[in-house]
């Protein structure tokens, strides 16, 4: 700087000036340091925009990046607290943890996925996981606003501090990790998290559609039929999004080459508003409203962050997200009103609206910014159109990805789930129904009901009097899921343990399953499963009867939802679970929604078929059905539908 | 209203359209730069994509041109800087990006400086910064400089690791009467107290005011090895300073 000309006074700065750029260059920085302390509490402050590590010291996330001249790549998943993986000195790390853990010694000890650690008083349930390293979701900095980290304490509850304000919509074992502290020592608590993976099919062979979506690209332009979007980044990319009561999938699709890049299962979040339709309907009326929705669509956010990260993929090329699902869980999803679902006539506002002619369709749409969701901020986010009051855009979906639109012969598509859907017909001539089981197949009701998770019994058979159980994993056997109800049921009937009323030989108050592990089944077990069989019976039976075909007329059945897939079809016969289609004509479609909604994503002409096809739906309400009651009365017996009585 | 189209320099015009998504906002910044020189939007740029070299020599090369030093601050370095921050809060960029960003607007500052004091303003007071002996984390003790520098204080950088005769030496050679340290580690914080140690040792004590932050760090801690002051961000950092340098210039 010597070698400077000489700044005359034509150079020179003012006070007042200066002391107003100061103001405003601390403005900015101010802006700058707040949202850097409160990233910092989900992102590692050294990771960089190429999620390379910039620290100088040694972190347990940091790999050594392939080119040479490249700063390490940092592997962290931004869930745990990254200040654990930093290490400056070994001897130190090591110093610190023996003194943490002696000064806790006799402490209790937390338990989560199997994994124990020592439980410290003062520390959040968060906290514990960090230490067990087990993935909990969270985007809002654990500060009890995103309500993603939701756990159930499966033991030890008392030994957390008390609800906060920001857990008041939660109930029961429930509790929001980073707000429930540990208050007393010296205790066992274990939890659980609500992302259970689920045993559910989610890989089908895809059938080839041809590609022509919505979202297309002209020259370096991005286009959503014709309207702009952005401008191309390289890809193209569609979620497919199946949100069911129980269970989601959502699939990331390569809208250029129709190829499926990525399926992703996890439990819908929104378990803490009760298992069932009608029960999250009315939470959503209560005073907690809206937490269902804020619920599903950060779960949502928080799944395609990792795909994204995992992948490679940027979330600013997913152009489109095409939505199904039952009525509810898709105008939740929508953030819409759901109140009038819960009550006769069982029709949705938008259901509502579409009859007033006041919209054109069921369908939704909505920009991804509009409902906060991760993708490009002028993405599409697509509600499938619904057939008629709970028969939503997932069945919608089910006849796509059966190919209704071509079907020249009768087919029956039944999907079963805590809320059963059967549609009867072909492409001339539709009928719907729903049928509302409860989720006593489904782990809800029934002693030892399970979700078709480790540990749950899929399969019985009743071998020299006793119950010969294989259970899903590897582990001891915790409880029945619903594919293991039906064959249990199907046994008793076949052995005549049970008579056709669920009465047990002897009149037996209940029946060993496994002895071993305590495992029953109760009579009160078995009036519940009765009732929702009941449910899966009425539907398929009124619904043939009215179309006026027999089992024997129906060229194919279709199954498809939640644990129908493991089910033994001779055993769903036997006790009139399902009609009694031959079984060489029955067919196990799998997550029949999720490819539906595959198929939707990429094809405007299927989009176009279906949406023509259900406008011709006859939805049969079966409660308006004269002899329902009777009908209902003989679907709660255990034997196979006989269907020349009934007509 | 300017359009974009206005602006001269290309890496401007793309960095708008790319990375300012609400359209007020966009038009703002377009405005903003739109008014200025382009040797001005050539220092923003340099600046937004941290290029310290070439701020270092666009800012000296102004100044040479008699540019006005405020003009220079305010449409380049400020300029800058400003769609620095609306690129970090939307989450395109992230502390380190932004980091090289306030290093890039240093090197720029340093041509200011002379013209400052020639104009008869002096910093607000000298602080010496670092990380305690032990210590490698720089982020927070980085983004304290970033603010006191932005606030008009003199900051020296230790860097990271420095021992308690380090933070001695500059206090000597800088005549400064602020230190701040900070730790991020529990193991290193009580380096903390040692360095504070040191100073009382050396006599120096009374000179200085010590303030403390880092993670670990709480108020009690702070009080309890004799700190002056103790601050939870940097933006706490530069009030304390602030405070600080006011109580001992009242004391002298």
Redesign the interface.
Known sequence: ?SD??V??D??????E??EK??R???E??????????E??LQ?C?????HDCC????ACAYKRVASVAADLPNCVSDDQLDY?TA?E??EG??Q??KGKLLSASAQAGNVECNGRLCVLRVGKTIFDHADELRVKVPTSCGRVGTCHECIVQIRKGDEALGARSDAEAFLQGGYRLACQAVVEQGSQEIAFDLLRREPKILVSQQSRAVEVDPMVHRQGDKVYYGSEELDRYRGHLYGVALDVGTTTVVLELVDLETGQSVHVESFENPQRFGGSDIMTRISYDGGEHKGELHTAIVNTFNTVVREMCAELGVSRHEIYEILVVGNTTMRDLFFGLDVQSIGQKPYRSHVEEDHLRGVRKSTGLRESARQLKLMAN?NAVVCGVPLIGSHVGGDIVAGLVAIDMASRREPVMLVDVGTNTEVVLGYAGRLMAASCPAGPAFEGGLVRFGMPGCAGAVESVRYRDGKFCCETIGEGEPEGICGSGFIDLLAELRRANLMTPKGVFLNKAVEVQVVQERGITLSRQDVSELAQAKAANFCGQAILMRKFGVSPDEISQMFLSGGFVNYVEVSSAVEIGFLAPVNEDRVIKVGNAAAQGAREMLLSRKKRAEITELISRVEHVELETTEDFFEMFVEGCQFKPMNCQSLW | MAELADLKNKFLREELGEYV?EDAERQRMVDLYAETKLSMQNIAAAIIDGRHHDVDRLT?EA??D?V???EV??DGL?AG??L??IK??D????????LACARAMKAGMA??E???S????DPIGTVIMGTVK???????KN?CI??LR???FKVVDLG?DTSPDDFLEAVEEHGASLVGMSA?????MPNMGRTIEAFIDADLRDDVKVMVGG?PVTLEFADDMGADAYGA???EC?EIAKRLTEESASAH
């Open positions: 700087m400077r000309k700044t005359g034509r150079n020179f700065i003012d006070r000036g200066y750029s100061l405003r260059l601390g900015i920085f101010q802006g700058i340091t707040r949202h850097a302390k990233q910092a992102r402050p050294y990771k960089d925009r910039t620290a100088k010291f200040r930093w400056t000195d130190d790390v110093a610190m901020r | 998504e000296r100044i040479d008699d006005q030093a405020l601050m305010d400020i800087m400003a620095v921050g970090f809060r989450n395109f960029i992230f502390v380190p990006e932004v041509h200011i002379p013209i400052l020639a104009s008869g303003i032990g210590d490698l984390h720089d982020i927070g983004l970033m603010m932005g606030s008009g990271v991020l580690l529990t193991t290193t993670a961000d940097a933006v530069v």
